[in-house]
């Protein structure tokens, strides 16, 4: 079935530094969405795009957080400067229509 | 606020035997979503059963929804270990983009 892709599967950096999470979404999509869960807790909407706008962001979604799709490439995740608390596995999903949504396989984050 | 709650929290069941997960949720729905996540991997869509369905099927899977109660199902058949999963219900409002809130799922176990 159609496969999204998150580089890298794993980050590990300082608290303080600047990280960029690239996601892969299937091709024609045209809905994205940057989800975070902690170890052992749900998943958690962070933001949605479309169109080359957020549509929708949740608390979650601190001022150190940013996304874009810049010319159709990656679908990206910048947090800046990050925290410990930004330790999580993010998940990237793309949706055709904005109804089924279609996951990427994570990032583990960890923030020193 | 959660707009789902799947129950019960864990199931265990050995292969071949079936296995059935409950969803009760709060809103008014286009149409709900099942999703499978397995561990390291991101949720996968399992099943979409519009809110003027009462069951769809999907080779050993089986959903039904009852709007008056707003509450759903999803039974899983002659299951196998690679069953193993957390499965979370989604409900699915009138808005394109929908963001999906996740509930902390069904931990079903299909042991040898």
């Known amino acids: 079935g159609p496969k999204v892709l998150q580089i890298p599967s794993h980050q590990i950096i300082d608290m303080g530094q600047m990280v960029t999470l690239n996601c892969d979404p299937v091709?024609?999509?045209?809905?994205f969405y940057w989800y975070k869960q902690i170890l052992g807790q749900q998943m958690e909407f962070l933001v949605n795009f479309y169109n080359g706008k957020v549509m929708e962001k949740s608390k979650l979604f601190k001022d150190q957080f940013s996304v874009e799709r810049p010319d159709g490439s990656y679908f990206t995740l910048k947090i800046q400067p990050t925290a410990l608390e930004d330790s999580a596995v993010y998940f990237c999903a793309s949706s055709p229509l904005g109804y089924e949504q279609y996951f990427g396989p994570g990032t583990r984050l960890t923030v020193l | 606020s959660q707009l789902a709650e799947e129950n019960p929290w864990a199931l265990s069941v050995h292969e071949g035997e079936s296995v059935t997960v409950n969803c009760s949720y709060k809103t008014s729905i286009t149409a709900l979503q099942w999703y499978r996540q397995k561990s390291g991997e991101g949720p996968a869509q399992l099943i979409l059963i519009r809110s003027n369905e009462r069951e769809k099927r999907n080779g050993r899977l089986r959903a039904t929804l009852d709007t008056s109660s707003q509450s759903s199902s999803l039974s899983i058949t002659a299951t196998r270990c690679e069953d193993t999963a957390v499965y979370f219900c989604?409900?699915?409002?009138?808005?394109?983009?929908?963001?999906?809130?996740f509930g902390i799922g069904t931990r079903v176990l299909v042991r040898p």
């Open positions: 091709s024609n999509h045209l809905y």
């Open positions: 989604a409900p699915l409002t009138n808005s394109a983009g929908n963001k999906l809130t």
